[in-house]
């Protein structure tokens, strides 16, 4: 049974960093798209940045652009998302979702999520 755990979620004041890790099981990591998402209260979820099988290929939102940074370890069955320079509006839940392929929306399986929060 594919699982996706995500963790590293906490409070952080805004600037701060946090690394969110999302571990999976069941599965072979590699052989799929992971993507990272978020959803802040009374908000759509929204698309935060999504990496390759192998990692070839990442991309991201234009709020995680050069703030954020996305990776993977296979081995590990490990994906990764680093978080600098936090803002309040980054608040929200993060998810990890699993696929064949990368998309914005429609990922087949998902973790439930960590809490980020950004407060001073």
């Known amino acids: 049974q594919l699982q996706l755990l995500e963790s590293g979620g906490g409070l952080v004041h805004p600037g701060g960093s946090l690394t969110l890790s999302c571990s999976a099981s069941?599965?072979?990591?590699?052989?799929?798209?992971i993507g990272w998402f978020r959803q802040a209260p009374g908000k759509e979820r929204e698309a935060i940045s999504c990496?390759?099988?192998?990692?070839?290929?990442?991309n991201y939102a234009k709020s995680a652009k050069g703030r954020f940074t996305i990776s993977r370890d296979n081995a590990k069955g490990a994906a990764f998302l680093q978080m600098n320079s936090l803002k309040p509006e980054d608040t929200a839940v993060y998810y990890c979702?699993?696929?064949?392929?990368?998309?914005?929306?429609?990922?087949?399986?998902w973790g439930k999520g960590t809490l980020v929060t950004v407060s001073a």
């Open positions: 990496i390759s099988g192998r990692g070839l290929i990442v």
């Open positions: 069941g599965f072979t990591l590699g052989r799929y798209d």
């Open positions: 979702a699993a696929d064949l392929f990368c998309a914005t929306t429609g990922m087949e399986n």
